[in-house]
């Protein structure tokens, strides 16, 4: 059973324009959520998180937005950029230890 | 600081074998993860250690899977009698307790195939 989902296996879009990759859950205990970035041959990266008390957090280009009621959370990237093609997963937990991943959305920036 | 460092980077075995998984983690990070990546999914949660404490498993974690984390420093994941169906990239992470929002870091993987 899949408790988080993003439902677009890929993404395009122009350098310069926004990126929005969407991800939703059905846990309304998770509280924690973070997006990581994955490049080939290479583990997942840290990108961004943010609590359930929250409902925006930005860091730079990045900004992460939680709709709680609709257990939906989503990560902007403004503007986008070739280094930015990469695979983005979204993860959630309820305590902190275990995270759930989604299945990742590959985006590609074309320049 | 060098990050999480995995060994190997991949590894064949035929079925049946028996496969060792070396993960050294970042130094002052007390907690330790591995998680399983298979094709087009992601990571999945296998077990953790805080310190040398192996405080959670997962119900993917079969009898044939043992992780240990001696003096609560490098860990190591076996895997007995491997089956085709444990191919997959093996990621260990690491983080500090109380620095769940910063997320952990992932090394770059095992990936093992099952022939």
């Known amino acids: 059973d899949q408790q988080v989902k993003q439902n677009s296996p890929s993404l395009s879009v122009q350098e310069g324009r926004i990126s929005i990759l969407n991800c939703d859950y059905t846990?309304?205990?998770?509280?924690?959520f973070l997006w990581y970035k994955k490049y080939p041959a290479e583990g997942p990266t840290f990108l961004i998180s943010i609590s359930s008390i929250k409902d925006k957090n930005e860091d730079g280009r990045f900004t992460v937005f939680l709709n709680k009621s609709a257990k939906h959370l989503s990560l902007h990237i403004v503007p986008s950029q070739p280094g930015d093609s990469a695979v983005y997963f979204c993860?959630?937990?309820?305590?902190?230890?275990?995270?759930?991943f989604g299945t990742g959305t590959s985006l590609t920036v074309i320049p | 600081d060098t990050g999480v460092s995995q060994d190997p980077r991949h590894k064949i075995t035929k079925r049946g074998q028996n496969v060792t998984f070396r993960c050294d983690p970042i130094s002052e990070h007390n907690r330790l993860y591995w998680y399983r990546q298979t094709l087009g999914q992601g990571p999945e949660f296998l077990t953790y250690?805080?310190?040398?404490?192996?405080?959670?498993k997962s119900r993917l974690l079969s009898d044939r899977f043992s992780a240990e984390r001696p003096k609560g420093s490098f860990s190591t994941l076996e895997i007995q009698r491997t089956e085709q169906g444990d191919s997959a990239m093996y990621l260990c992470a690491s983080s500090h307790r109380v620095m769940t929002l910063y997320g952990y870091t992932f090394g770059s993987g095992t990936r093992l195939t099952v022939v």
């Open positions: 993860a959630a937990s309820a305590s902190g230890n275990q995270f759930y």
């Open positions: 250690f805080q310190n040398e404490a192996q405080l959670e």
């Open positions: 846990n309304s205990m998770f509280d924690y």
